[in-house]
Structures are given as C-alpha cells and as structure tokens.
C-alpha cells in the first residue's frame, strides 16, 4: 500500500514510518514542500503521489495559541482537513483524519465513545471537530481517529517535545513539579496509534470514527507520578487542581474504544505498558537521568 502523509516529521508521523517499514510505502512531504492550507498544492501533492491512501496528521495544536490566533487554528485543522478530504475524493485515495479527545465537552467522568455528541470548549477542539465534520461530508469513506495527550519519540515539533520529555527533563534539573490532579485522559502511544491506523487501513475498516488511545486512564498527575516510577528518577513531585487556566480545557477527556474489537483487532495495551516501552527505549535520556538521580529502578 503506498501512503501519503501530511505532517509526516512529527510525532505521529515519524512513528507512521517507523511502522510502514518493510511493509507499505510511505511519502512524507515537508510542510516547506505542502501546506495543507493551500489547496492546489495539496491537490498536487495527492495527484502526483498516487496514494491508496492519505493520513492528515498535519495539526495546529498549541491550544493556548489557537486562542489567539483562532483564524490560523481553523485554516489548519479545518480547512487543511477540507482541502485534504477533497485531493483524497479526486484521486480515489481513502482519507485518514487525525482528531483529539479536545472535541469533547470534558462533562462524562465514564468517558466518551466514538460517536457521543461532540461539545468543545475551546478553539482547537473547535477547529478540530469542523475539521472531522468537514472531512466526513467531503469523503464518505473517510477514517476519523483519535488519540489523547500522544507521546511519541519525536516529540511535538509544534511544542518542542512532549509530557514526558518535558517532565523528565524538570527531574534531571532539579526542578519542583507541580501536575494537574483533577483533570483525567487516555495517554496516548503515536508508536501504538501509527500501528492501529495502518491495521484500520489493511482491514479496509469501515468509515466512522475510531478510538485508538491506549487502554485505561488517569490524572495528568498519576501519568506523571508513573513517569518517574516506571524512569526510577526521584522527583520533587506535587498534584495541584487545575483552578483557574487561561484557556478552558476538558476535565475529562477519556476515549473509549467500542469498535475495533469487531474488526479483529487485538485490544490496545494499556497505557502504563505503552510509557514503560516508550522509556525503556530511550535509554540515552534515561542514562543521564540516572546519573543524576540514581540508578533505575527495576520491576
């Protein structure tokens, strides 16, 4: 099979292409070379690709700046997501739309499944759920899938690194930590997600909406709290309620998932397996963590 994907040198992105090795073939222009905002280069970017199909991981997700800038939120996450769908629609090539957990209002402790009302309560996860919108009505075959709070070896090029990396490197300098306790996701695996959006695609999946975070939940707190456990890094570490946030997030954003299981697909590791994976395979970080703090712990 022979993918295109846009925001391909990400986080998702590069873990699309550590997964396609050896089994589909993969091409990841460079936002230099395709800006999903501009429709007639993405139109040529799909013509001249030939895809079988197109992943749009291409995102504007800094949420405390898609506040302030709401208009280039919505020309990345809405209209790139059209102009992708419609390239998609022309060519014949099956289009995969990567959404957020930020869809939704935070007001279900149980958590959310794949078709529950959408409800945001900001402007990304505004933009976002006009982008899935837009992407179902222009390509009726399309995939929609979610991920919450991703952690990826690459990091977040939009927010230099991720949780994980941030927290880590707070620990190895020493830095008090102070986490939200009263606000609760579904940590996310980008190496887990890529696997699932290529499984979804050789299953030829039906269209919809899919869940693929990681099995379980937690606090921002507790995945912290598992962060330097499952690291062996000692760390100044304290929960903190969420109070007053210059801009409004979910209180909980879990995602369930109710459909894969139909499909064949093994179920989702749970998301402690996924950091403990995520940390035993970056062992440079971890070694001069260690050195610090003290040798890792191990189970």
Request: net charge negative; with cysteine; hydrophobic share 40%.
């Amino acid at each position: 099979m022979r993918v295109l994907v846009f925001g391909g040198w990400g986080q998702l992105g590069s873990d699309l292409a550590a997964v396609a090795e050896h089994r589909h073939e993969l091409v990841r222009p460079m936002h230099a070379e395709v800006d999903v905002t501009r429709g007639d280069d993405v139109a040529n970017a799909v013509a001249s690709s030939h895809p079988d199909a197109v992943v749009n991981a291409a995102a504007f997700h800094k949420v405390d700046v898609c506040e302030v800038q709401p208009v280039q939120s919505f020309s990345v996450n809405s209209v790139g997501a059209l102009n992708v769908a419609r390239a998609c629609r022309q060519e014949g090539a099956r289009c995969v739309y990567v959404s957020t957990d930020y869809v939704f209002d935070g007001e279900t402790p149980g958590g959310y499944e794949e078709d529950d009302p959408t409800g945001p309560v900001n402007v990304y996860g505004v933009s976002k759920a006009s982008g899935e919108r837009l992407v179902r009505l222009a390509t009726p075959d399309s995939l929609v899938v979610r991920g919450s709070g991703l952690f990826g070896h690459a990091g977040s090029s939009g927010k230099g690194g991720n949780f994980v990396e941030t927290l880590l490197a707070k620990a190895v300098a020493g830095e008090a930590v102070s986490v939200v306790d009263d606000q609760f996701f579904s940590p996310t695996s980008t190496r887990d997600m890529a696997e699932r959006i290529f499984l979804l695609l050789e299953r030829d999946a039906p269209p919809g909406i899919y869940h693929l975070a990681n099995a379980g939940s937690c606090s921002w707190f507790l995945f912290a709290r598992a962060i330097y456990q499952l690291s062996g890094i000692e760390a100044d570490l304290s929960p903190r309620p969420a109070g007053e946030q210059p801009v409004r997030r979910p209180r909980s954003s879990v995602l369930l998932d109710t459909k894969t299981a139909a499909l064949g697909l093994p179920t989702n590791r749970r998301w402690e397996e996924a950091l403990r994976w995520y940390l035993e395979t970056r062992p440079a970080l971890l070694t001069d963590a260690a050195g610090r703090r003290g040798q890792p712990q191990r189970d």
